[in-house]
C-alpha cells in the first residue's frame, strides 16, 4: 500500500550533508525513473535529481553540483547526498516516479538554519 517513505531528513547547518533516503516499493522501482523533488510554502514544486532504473542521474541546476543521487537496487532504496546546504535549500523533500505520479508519502523536513 504504501510505496515511497523517506527519512533523513532534520535541522543542519549551512554546509552541512546529510543524506536522504527513499524506500521504493517494487513496482515503481523497477520500472520507473525516480526523482526527489522539494517544496517549500508558496512555490512550487521543484525536481532537484533523477535517477532512472539503468542509473543515469539528472540534476536542477540549482543543486548541480552539490547534490548526487543514487541508488541501491538490493534495498530498493534511493538517496539523495546533499553537500553544502544554503537556506534555500530548506524545504520537504520527497521521492516519486516521475508526471506519472503515484500516491505522495509524507516526505522529510530539510531545515538549513545556523
Known amino acids: 500500500q504504501v510505496q515511497l517513505v523517506e527519512s533523513g531528513g532534520g535541522l543542519v547547518q549551512p554546509g552541512g550533508s546529510p543524506r536522504l533516503s527513499c524506500v521504493v516499493s517494487?513496482?515503481?522501482?523497477?520500472?520507473?525513473?525516480i526523482g526527489w523533488y522539494r517544496q517549500t510554502p508558496g512555490k512550487q514544486r521543484e525536481l532537484v535529481a533523477s535517477?532512472?532504473?539503468?542509473?543515469?542521474?539528472g540534476y536542477a541546476d540549482s543543486v548541480k553540483g552539490r547534490f548526487t543521487v543514487s541508488k541501491d537496487n538490493a534495498k530498493r532504496t534511493v538517496y539523495l547526498q546533499m553537500t553544502s546546504l544554503k537556506p534555500e535549500d530548506t524545504a520537504v523533500y520527497y521521492c516519486?516516479?516521475?508526471?506519472?505520479?503515484?500516491?505522495w508519502g509524507q516526505g522529510t523536513q530539510v531545515t538549513v538554519s545556523a
Open positions: 516519486n516516479r516521475l508526471r506519472t505520479f503515484a500516491s
Open positions: 517494487t513496482s515503481i522501482f523497477s520500472f520507473n525513473t
Open positions: 535517477i532512472t532504473t539503468g542509473g543515469s542521474v
